[in-house]
């Protein structure tokens, strides 16, 4: 059954006419043209589809679009600021935590909701909140070193 469905997608409202049990995932890639989030496992278990609903990360291949009326949908393409990379993005350049940049949206969303959070977290933190994003090259060391800098630098920012 086809809906209108209002939302802010990377600080622009959009409002979309279609069936509100379409996965969130397959509306922004397909519909909106945004092919950040990626499909990986389809399960929720990769993080490759991860998004920011309300600065929350969130796997887009699990909910409904319904899921994200009223409310403030992140995609890695929104996460820049005026043509300038958000730190977390910056650091993931700067400590070559991108190999093959499959999991790279993913893993930069759900270190934004992490650092949103708390904006000061230890290493083991880190591990633990980014234990359920796969990286399939492996770059673990990278990208926790990525966001230990981008915490750093982000002290004062909002």
């Known amino acids: ?17 279609l069936d509100r049990e379409r996965m969130v995932l397959s509306v922004l890639r397909s519909d909106l043209g945004l092919t950040g989030a990626k499909l990986g ?9 991860t998004i920011l609903v309300n600065n929350t990360p969130v796997r887009s291949c699990m909910f409904p679009i319904s899921y994200v009326n009223g409310k403030n949908v ?14 977390l993005q910056t650091a993931f350049i700067k400590h070559d935590a991108l190999q093959c ?8 969303l759900h270190a934004y909701g992490l650092l949103h959070k708390n904006r000061q977290p230890t290493r ?4 633990q909140s980014m234990d359920k994003n796969l990286c399939r090259c492996g770059s673990y060391v ?10 750093r630098e982000m002290e004062g920012v909002k």
């Open 74 to 87: 992140t995609t890695i393409e929104g996460l820049a600021r005026s043509g300038n990379l958000h730190p």
């Open 142 to 151: 990278r990208i926790v070193e990525a966001i230990q800098t981008a915490s």
């Open 124 to 127: 083991g933190e880190i591990i």
């Open 41 to 49: 496992c389809g399960e929720g278990h990769c993080g490759a589809c």
């Open 1 to 17: 059954m086809k809906d209108t469905l209002r939302f802010e997608l990377n600080n622009v409202p959009v409002e979309l006419t």
């Open 101 to 108: 940049g499959f999991c790279t949206p993913g893993m930069i």
